[in-house]
């Protein structure tokens, strides 16, 4: 009689052990291997994170102090008209021409609009750019100089080379009745990028 | 009846003498073995799972434990600094790129001027869409000083899509151009940024190319008269043409 209990008893123990243990456990261990997975996933994304993050202050604090200096004046976080309209001054009397009728836009305007040229590519959009929308404003500053051609050839490139930029966006001049002196009027543009907050 | 007297109750046996070999007759059951055979298996089956999960949970909280410090290192100011020097780089790029040089319309200019031409007006203005607008007018002497003026233009690089909108005599309304008179013209070009970018120039280049200039508008100038000549046969062979 027990000849037959037995087998029958242990094929009920390995069915129950099989169905009350093994399969709940089995499932469980399936979420915690997906769990563990995607905790691995994250984990190498944010140890690649962070090595990036530690290569990339490394090296932008190794930036000469200068270039430093002057990526920060070529991309200010605010214009300084003031500053600029002194600079220009002194362009102009440095070659010899006089500085006069100054109009100042009283308030920075976005750069934006159609025609976006990603990564800073030159080509057909110039001014505007989607890419920089609401970060990148501009502001322009018209002016009148005296002088001769000569002389406003000389500050035009001055003003194109200039460490702080100033991109000449307008010139309009005339004859000047025939004299060696002439009015030249010329609008520059001054760029700042408004969210930027370097500490 | 058993005539041998027995001597000992005890039964003779030799010392040392193996016993006989008591045989059990044991029953093999396929069934029996099967049952044994599945609860072995389960039982190592569930033990192996077990401590499989065992170590996934392990693992798992090593991990968890392991991201937790990579967060601890997220340095915000770090991040921050990094992200708006990179911002800050990208726009330099981008202004960089789009920064152009307007001092080379008037190298274009002087370079392709043909001396009896004089400028009256200039005027140079970026458009918002990108590009540079540019119109200019202008008198000299004799029309066909124009349409030679204007070839001229097209030969240059920066000037080429210049398009002459206007071409009159200045004073009265004379056909043909008088003594005293001048004929008057307009034109415009829409000058692509890309063919007046900035370019620093060094200042071993800008010792250099103070030479070249002079010696560039002398070689305009002696060169102007050869091309009129040229240019003048061509303008005839176009008149002809178009009468």
């Given at each position: 009689m027990s000849r037959i209990i037995r087998p029958i008893a242990a094929l009920a123990i390995s069915v129950l052990v099989l169905f009350f243990f093994v399969r709940p456990l089995y499932a469980e261990l399936r979420i915690v291997q997906a769990e563990s997975a995607q905790y691995g996933n994250v984990l190498d994304k944010a140890t690649e994170f962070n090595r990036l993050l530690t290569s990339l202050y490394s090296e932008q604090e190794s930036f000469p102090a200068l270039d430093r200096e002057r990526l920060d004046m070529w991309v200010?976080?605010?214009?300084d008209e003031v500053r600029a309209l002194v600079d220009l001054e002194y362009l102009a009397e440095q070659h010899g021409m006089i500085f006069r009728d100054i109009t100042a836009e009283l308030e920075a305007t976005e750069v934006g609009g159609e025609g976006a040229t990603p990564q800073g590519?030159?080509?057909?959009?110039g001014e505007s750019s989607g890419l920089f929308s609401g970060r990148l404003e501009s502001q322009d500053i018209s002016f009148t100089v005296l002088g001769t051609y000569e002389q406003f050839r000389d500050l035009l490139y001055d003003i194109e080379r200039s460490v702080v930029l100033m991109e000449v966006v307008g010139i309009t001049f005339g004859d000047g009745g025939g004299g060696e002196l002439n009015n030249y009027q010329v609008t520059v543009r001054l760029y700042r990028l408004a969210s930027v907050t370097v500490q | 009846m058993d005539s041998t007297p027995r001597s000992s109750f005890i039964p003779k046996q030799t010392v040392g003498a193996a016993p006989k070999q008591i045989r059990r007759k044991r029953v093999f059951s396929v069934f029996g073995v099967l049952g044994i055979v599945m609860l072995v298996i389960s039982v190592i089956g569930a033990g192996g799972i077990y401590a499989l999960t065992q170590y996934e949970e392990g693992k798992l909280a090593d991990q968890k434990s392991a991201l937790a410090t990579e967060y601890a290192k997220f340095d915000e100011s770090k991040i921050a600094r990094v992200q708006a020097v990179s911002e800050q780089l990208e726009v330099a790029q981008y202004l960089l790129d789009n920064h152009t040089s307007p001092s080379k319309i008037f190298d274009a200019l002087e370079k392709n001027t043909k001396e009896s031409v004089q400028y009256k007006t200039f005027s140079y203005e970026r458009r918002p869409s990108g590009g540079v607008t540019l119109n200019i007018t202008g008198v000299t002497s004799e029309f066909e000083k124009v349409s030679l003026q204007w070839t001229q233009y097209l030969e240059d690089m920066v000037l080429a899509d210049v398009t002459m909108t206007k071409i009159g005599?200045?004073?009265?309304?004379?056909t043909e151009v008088g003594p005293g008179q001048q004929v008057s013209f307009a034109l415009t070009a829409d000058i692509d940024t890309k063919n007046i970018p900035y370019e620093p120039r060094t200042q071993t280049e800008e010792v250099v190319s103070e030479p070249e200039v002079s010696v560039d508008e002398g070689v305009v100038g002696t060169s102007t008269d050869q091309t009129i000549d040229t240019d003048e046969e061509d303008l005839s062979i176009n008149n002809e043409e178009g009468n």
């Open positions: 200010p976080t605010k214009i590519k030159r080509g057909q959009a | 005599i200045d004073e009265g309304d004379a």
